[in-house]
């Protein structure tokens, strides 16, 4: 009994701790003032997205060649100024307590909303019906049956690849 009781003990101590998924926030935010006044849209894109990305590079090079170091796999995101991993309370703690880093939050899953009651989705009476919708004639599809009942159409833009 105490040979278990003593091999358990040495299985929990040799277990890695629990790892959660966090997201390390940065200090720092690139001037883009600057942007309002490129009038050409492209330019102004690449010149925002310049700025963030030297700007992510240069907050989060520290962490980034720490966490190599300790041979943790991490994402970084350039758009928030964040990085993505797998961290233990140690790791959290330590990131958490360095000077670049803002704060370290967990990284919560996204729950989508349950999809609308079919009635919902039924078209109302055609003189509510928006001119948009007449444009696109939606309504000559609704009077035939066709009212995609059914289908669920969604987006989740989380803003970054």
């Given amino acids: 009994m105490i040979l278990l009781l003593s091999a358990l003990l040495s299985l929990a101590a040799s277990a890695p701790p629990p790892r959660a ?3 390390v926030h940065f200090r720092g935010r690139p001037d883009l003032s600057a942007a309002s006044s490129i009038p050409d ?3 102004r894109r690449a010149f925002v997205v310049a ?3 030297a700007e992510a ?3 989060q090079r520290g962490v980034r060649d ?3 170091r300790q041979g943790v796999a991490f994402r970084p995101h350039f758009l928030a100024n964040v990085i993505e991993l797998e961290a ?3 790791l959290a703690a330590e990131l958490a307590a360095r000077p670049e880093v803002r704060v370290v939050a ?7 909303l349950p999809a609308p009651e079919t009635e919902q989705l039924v078209p109302r009476a055609a003189a ?6 007449e444009k696109i004639r939606a309504t000559d599809l609704w009077r035939r049956g066709f009212t995609g009942q059914g289908i669920v159409v969604g987006v989740a833009d989380t803003g970054f690849e």
Avoid at 106 to 112: E, I, K, T, V
Avoid at 128 to 133: D, F, G, H
């Fill in 88 to 90: 233990d309370a140690a």
């Fill in 41 to 43: 849209r492209a330019a």
């Fill in 51 to 53: 700025a963030l990305t």
């Fill in 66 to 68: 720490e966490l190599r």
């Fill in 128 to 133: 509510a019906v928006e001119p948009n919708i």
């Fill in 57 to 59: 590079e240069r907050a």
């Fill in 21 to 23: 998924s966090v997201l």
């Fill in 106 to 112: 967990p990284n919560r899953a996204f729950a989508p």
